[in-house]
């Protein structure tokens, strides 16, 4: 029901340099049997699309690495995609798709969970709304179909909004996050960084912008590097006895 979408398309880079926009965006489209079939009951064609997609990608591949290269500094966002989408709007047909096979996904998960236990909550975590890109690779978020408000009465109830910057980027986006799901039927929480160069006594700070924001949902992020200072600054914040995980 999902496509794949490799993370090698969504990156900024390749080996030899900064890839090509266009290229970055074909590239995570998926033209498998399964997918070309459950478009066809959408009434898409990805036969043809297919065909498209490998002639614009041809377009992309005949423009010299040095040029791509000489304006990495221009070509770091999706600032060009816009125009993109207006010149070949069949583009947007798969990505509204790919929204369309997640919703499927989520009200069959919502399923098969209730019929085993009734009350789990299910969530989804996403990157922020308007700070796209962690770490190095920078991925495009809409094109993962990530979309706060296509979300907002999904078979969720929880969207986690995963903010690893400072206190200003975590309120403007827990904002942004809260706008997009306004009248829907999802919650969002906010998760700040506790870990990198984040100090203990930062996270009073991180947790106050997130309520600010409009939540009082907030998640202290650490994958596995929570150490005992940290952990003792969550407690102080929440004012609970918090455990890492292991």
Known sequence: MLDKIPQACREQNAFAGRME?????????????????????AGIDLTVYRERSLALAGQALN??????????DELNGDTEIPLLLLDHPWILEILRF???CIHR???????????????????MAFVPPAKIGHDASSPRAWLAAQSYAAYKNAAVDLIHNVVHWDAGIVEYNTRRALNAV?????D??????????????DLP???AAVQRGGTDKVGYFCYDLMNEP?????????????TAAR
């Open 21 to 41: 926009p266009m290229l970055r965006t074909l590239g995570s489209f998926c033209f498998c049997p399964h997918c070309t079939a459950e478009a066809k009951k």
């Open 63 to 72: 423009i010299p690495q040095h040029l791509i290269n000489a304006q990495a």
């Open 98 to 100: 790919r929204l369309d």
């Open 105 to 123: 996904f989520l009200d069959e998960v919502r399923a098969r969970v209730e019929a085993k236990r009734k009350g789990v909550i299910l969530s």
């Open 182 to 186: 306004a009248g829907g039927t999802v």
């Open 188 to 201: 969002i929480c906010t998760h700040i960084r506790a870990y990198g160069s984040t100090f203990p006594d």
């Open 205 to 207: 700070g991180l947790a």
């Open 230 to 242: 940290m952990l003792a600054a969550v407690n102080r914040a929440t004012g609970k006895q918090a």
